[in-house]
């Protein structure tokens, strides 16, 4: 995005997503959103980021548990709780930790 410099500013909502989403197409990209507080905004904003299954990645925190449920599309069976509890204070809330462990236990055998 840096070649378009200045212009970014100067575009309106719509143009910078279909910028946006054009320069994202035949790339890797890690994506920070930090702190949404809405459901809608979300919404929003992910159709700009292409799904290309090239191990792009998007981290978005949120305080909002209704927020946070967007995302999961399955429910966490209630023996692994206490263990996800486990894993999550170790990782002291960084939320690159937590993808990355939880990019490796959705990989993993389910035994």
Not at 39 to 49: D, L, Q, S
Not at 74 to 99: F, N, Y
Request: hydrophobic content about 40%.
């Amino acid at each position: 995005m840096t070649d378009l410099g200045h212009k970014l500013y100067e575009m309106q909502i719509e143009e910078l997503k279909e910028t946006l989403n054009k320069k994202l197409q035949c790339n890797r990209y890690l994506i920070v959103i930090d702190d949404v507080w809405e459901t809608n905004a979300w919404e929003e904003v992910r159709r700009v980021f292409p799904d290309k299954n090239n191990g792009s990645r998007i981290i978005l925190t949120t305080r909002l548990s209704n927020v946070a449920e967007v995302f999961g599309e399955e429910c966490c069976p209630s023996e692994l709780v206490e263990i996800g509890i486990t894993i999550a204070k170790k990782c002291k809330g960084l939320p690159l930790a937590l993808v990355v462990i939880g990019g490796l236990l959705n990989k993993a055998e389910k035994t």
